[in-house]
């Protein structure tokens, strides 16, 4: 049997990751700023993170949600002290997609309305309701197109009050920061605006944090810069590093019953210990300022470098914006200098989301290669 070709393939097999590094099985070593789409937080193979999930499929690796599972109040407990956010639940799920479709059913649920508005740019996921608050349609069936959606601008405060006042709006749902958009971010003013037009209008706030959460920016969610609680807070990539993982964070307003929600896999035994080991790594070896000096740094860097236009993002969540094209620059990067960088819908965009635990040595390479490599542009 063949696989289903719908993805784009480097010729490369990565075969073994240390660190902020990956070896392919001719044992080329390659320098991750990419992270896997930033899934991987803490560093490929962290020791500790290893230990605790060699230990734990050793013991049991997953029995279903029918049973009680300490490791799951374990989780919800650290992620407690470690984010500093209170008065909210977790559910537990296995993917970003997957948490952002409970985030939109429970929204719909508790509002007893069907429309979301969402952005410009936005990427939620690939699933029903996700793709349907996408903002792409090439990647939309007939399917998902039946969902009752809205999308808007960025800081566009008068026409997303004009769509919430109309009454049907069960939520808005909004990155941040855009990962594969572009890493936009929109100002203070304009969050809280809408955090206040949510609860004007009784349609619920969803922050998807699942790729700018986890510390990435140098605060444990992105939207803590911004003042706003959030009713609903989508989690999953480096929630895990790499182990499959997600959930919601579910602020006091709502009331849980009985098969309201529900999911096979998610918060099973594995992942647990998996999600537990990356919080304790990260706060450990304070990977949160880690993120949020290299920034400094990163930005120091490109300064240096007349081609950088715009550095984009904050912490380890960052997009270097170029006035040309990237696609060979990226593939340049990767064959010739064995840096894994990544795309975006920008297309002068090179995104970076290595692991939180990179050193400044680390982009020094990068830059002796990136001007190494611009020289022939």
Known sequence: MNLFDVYPLYNITPVKGEGCHVYDDEGKKYLDLYGGHAVISIGHSHPS??????????????????????????????????????????????????????????????????????????????????????????????????????????????????????????????????????????????????????????????????????????????????????????????????????????????????????????????????GIAVLDVIENENLMQNAAEIFQFVKEKAAEIPQIKQVKGRGLMLGLEFDFEVASLRKDLLFEHQIFTGAASNKKLLRILPPLSIQKGHFEQFFSALKSELKNQ
């Open 49 to 274: 993170y290893v230990k605790a999930v060699q230990e734990q499929v050793q013991k049991l690796g997953f029995y279903s949600n029918s049973i009680k599972n300490p490791l799951q109040d374990e989780l919800a407990e650290k992620l407690l002290q470690v984010s500093g956010l209170e008065n909210y639940k977790l559910f537990l799920c296995n993917s970003g997609a997957e948490a952002n479709e409970n985030a939109l059913k429970l929204a719909s649920f508790h509002t007893g309305k069907s429309r979301v508005i969402y952005f410009k740019n936005a990427f939620h996921g690939r699933t029903s309701g996700a793709v349907a608050v996408t903002d792409n349609e090439s990647i939309k069936a007939p399917f998902n197109k039946a969902h009752e959606v809205t999308c808007l601008a960025f800081e566009d405060v008068s026409g997303l009050e004009k769509e919430l006042s109309k009454g049907d709006v069960a939520g808005v749902i909004v990155e941040i920061i855009q990962g594969v958009g572009g890493l936009d971010e929109a100002s203070t003013e304009f969050y809280q605006a809408t955090a206040n037009l949510c609860s004007k209008y009784n349609a619920v706030l969803l922050a998807d944090e699942v790729q700018s959460g986890y510390g990435r920016t140098g605060d444990f969610f992105a939207f803590q810069k911004h003042q706003i609680s959030p009713d609903i807070i989508s989690v999953a990539k480096g929630m895990g590093n790499g182990f499959p993982i997600g959930g919601i964070l579910i602020s006091s307003k709502f009331e849980a019953k009985h098969g309201l929600l529900g999911t096979t896999f998610g918060g099973n035994h594995l992942a647990c210990a998996a």
